[in-house]
């Protein structure tokens, strides 16, 4: 059994002009998401800005989430925190909430010891909702590579990965050496994943273009790659935007483009410089050409 198949995304998280939490917009988003063919959500995670949110906003915007969403589609939380007392806090919140599971990183603060890693996910896993273990060594100082996946694999209710170390051989090594589903967590890597064996992706960019997303990655997976390829390629030059540590203010840019503007980033995140949304528009104005 699959647990988390298909386009599941990040969302951002919408603000006012005055920086509070929109969530009539959050709900709206919500709905575009939905409609516009995606199979999953994920609030609260990186690009949610979780880390600027109170813990009132977080809790009202996962609430929120999974109201709106209303049974459509899964809602999958971020749960990341500082302790892990903190993170499994909000493991317990999501299953009150209604979540279909959790997205968890391993400890963020300093770089754990192997068995402090382990005993992170445990506590996570006592609370009993399925897991996608996220690994992003790039950001963190955990890699939790296929050998270290495997291991994690033994506890319970750990059930997949969001892999984004950008590697596309991790993806053959996890699904050899375990038994998690594999999702991808990098948007460039979104057509190469699902054909060699990725059966999720936890995505950025489809915030702004669900459609295109949700074509993108069934084709990819039914193996029709002359249908797949043209359209990876008008979207690849925004895909890219995903990787990169302003992927919050170039993906809300981007969903202004689209005609669905969500606000402002939060402090300690700034507009960027006026070549930086120029570079984003014109790979924007590139991908509008597959515009379904």
């Known amino acids: 059994m699959t647990h988390f198949e298909g386009v599941y995304v990040a969302m951002v998280t919408p603000f006012t002009d005055a920086y509070e939490v929109d969530y009539k917009r959050l709900r709206e988003l919500c709905d575009r998401l939905i409609s516009g063919g995606v199979d999953g959500l994920v609030p609260t995670g990186s690009l949610g800005e979780y880390a600027t949110l109170s813990g009132e906003e977080r809790a009202k915007v996962v609430e929120t989430v999974i109201e709106a969403a209303a049974g459509r589609v899964p809602v999958v939380v971020g749960t990341a925190a500082p302790s892990t007392e903190q993170a499994v806090g909000w493991v317990r919140h999501a299953k009150a909430a209604g979540a279909a599971g959790v997205m968890a990183l391993p400890p963020i603060n300093y770089k754990p010891l192997r068995h402090e890693v382990i005993a992170h996910f445990e506590a996570l896993s006592e609370v009993g909702l399925p897991i996608v273990a996220y690994n992003n060594p790039h950001d963190y100082k955990v890699d939790l590579t296929p050998d270290f996946l495997a291991e994690l694999s033994r506890i319970e209710n750990i059930v997949a990965v969001k892999e984004f170390s950008g590697d ?124 379904i």
């Not at 050496?177 to 890597?189: H, S």
């Not at 002359?226 to 359209?231: H, I």
Request: glycine content about 8%; proline content about 10%.
């Open 168 to 291: 596309i051989r991790r993806i053959h090594d996890i699904l050899e050496k375990t038994g998690l589903e594999v999702m991808v967590g990098v948007d460039d890597l979104a057509m190469e994943g699902p054909l060699f064996g990725a059966t999720g992706w936890i995505s950025g960019v489809p915030n702004a273009l669900p459609q295109e997303g949700a074509q993108l990655f069934r084709l990819a997976r039914e193996g029709r790659l002359k249908e797949a390829l043209p359209l990876y390629r008008r979207l690849l030059p925004l895909f890219h935007y995903d990787a990169s540590p302003q992927l919050v203010q170039s993906i809300k840019y981007m969903m202004e483009l689209s005609g669905f503007p969500v606000g402002p980033t939060r402090p300690p995140r700034l507009p960027l410089p006026a070549a930086d949304y120029e570079a984003i528009k014109q790979a924007f104005e590139y991908a509008a050409v597959s515009r």
